[in-house]
């Protein structure tokens, strides 16, 4: 079999355990750093490193959820996938994709346990590992916050564009899948038409933290996080920034609600650190790694 992932000289924070094989029961971290289809502002792909330096001198406890990674169970660093630079991009992000199948292979995510916090790169990357949780979970609940609807067929003449994740995703939704969306703040007409007839749009953070809350705590969940979501007043570095967008303590809301759920799997996207040189965005990007790591965690429980 080819190689599939690289391994940084750190791991994801100072407890993070090295590992070539995604762990069952547990939590496995892995970066995909394609930024293919990024049309604004590249940069994407170094992310994951970025996070992995900043998070080796930052607290491993948060007050938010009064939890210490030194305290809760092991978590894995899978290293990066490899990604091919050919100037191809739906070529490069498909041999991707490969990889990430030889990576977990005929593994049943659900039977195993298998759970997933993935550092992008763009967007788009979010498919592969969504598109595989919706086949393990059928009743999986999508929830997504990001600036953007990304409900396009197509973007620039890529299906699987970073403007397109979700539409690709809801291609493998079944009956019993859901999707809610909260932070969106720029689409076309139809993308907003679409959500208004789906009923997929949170009106505000209450209401989308209620939902989260009104869920049973068995039901599977899992979170893509495009860091536009964030206002550029407090993350800048981002590949397509929007005004208008939320704070870090509406995210603190979300995950105090995701808590006590059944978080399955989680990916954080869109950071670009060439475009913030003072560093702060990947600082705030790596907190909110950190606080996505402990809402994994179970009380009681060696897993997460």
Known sequence: MTETVLHPPKCLYRMARPAIRPQSHSLNMIGFGFDGTACFRKGTAIAPDAIRLVASDIESYSPYLDLDLEETAPFYDLGNLIVQQSGDAHKDYLAAHERFLELVGDLDFAEAGIKFLTLGGEHSISYSFVARYLQAYPDLVLL?????????DE????????????????????????????????????????????????????????????????RPIYLTLDLDYFDPAFLPGTGTPEPGGQDFFSFVRIIQALRHKNMVAADVVELSPPVDASGNSDVFATKVVRELILAFHREGSNER
């Open 155 to 218: 973007y620039q003449g890529y299906h699987y564009s970073h403007a397109s994740i979700i539409r690709r995703c809801l291609d493998h939704f079944g009956p019993g899948h859901q999707l809610l969306q909260f932070g969106i703040r720029s689409g076309t007409k139809d993308e907003y038409v679409w959500m208004r007839e789906n009923h997929t749009l949170a009106p505000s953070l209450d209401a989308f933290v209620a939902f989260i809350e009104g869920l049973p705590a068995s």
């Open 144 to 152: 997504h916050l990001d600036a953007h609807a990304d409900l396009r």
